[in-house]
């Protein structure tokens, strides 16, 4: 499952200028067309701009090797990581 602003939120990164807007960090929101999408994406990297933890954010990015992260942390679209066909899942 990816992991989303809404489950590292909290005591981790208390003071999140993205507190309370979490789905406008998501990857994807259902109907949105590519124009809105982009706009969404663009308006969450802003707000990241500003943000007093987006070193610790950029962190938990990093220490999500697993590919699990997705959407816009620490002012980046992070897409989430694909196997390469013909490889197992690590469990």
């Keep these: 499952m990816v992991s989303s602003l809404r489950e590292i939120r909290g005591p981790?990164?208390?003071?999140?200028?993205?507190?309370?807007l979490a789905p406008a960090f998501d990857l994807h929101v259902a109907g949105e067309s590519a124009e809105d999408r982009a706009a969404r994406l663009?308006?969450?990297?802003?707000?990241?701009?500003?943000?007093?933890v987006v070193a610790a954010c950029r962190s938990a990015?990093?220490?999500?090797?697993?590919?699990?992260?997705a959407g816009v942390w620490a002012g980046e679209v992070v897409e989430p990581k694909r196997r390469r066909p013909g490889t197992l899942e690590a469990s």
């Excluded at 981790?12 to 309370?20: R, S, V």
């Excluded at 663009?42 to 007093?52: H, I, K, S, T």
């Excluded at 990015?61 to 992260?69: C, I, L, P, R």
Aim: aromatic residues 0%; contains cysteine; charged residues 15%.
């Design 42 to 52: 663009a308006m969450a990297a802003r707000v990241c701009a500003g943000c007093l």
């Design 12 to 20: 981790d990164l208390p003071g999140a200028a993205c507190a309370d």
């Design 61 to 69: 990015v990093g220490a999500a090797e697993d590919g699990t992260v």
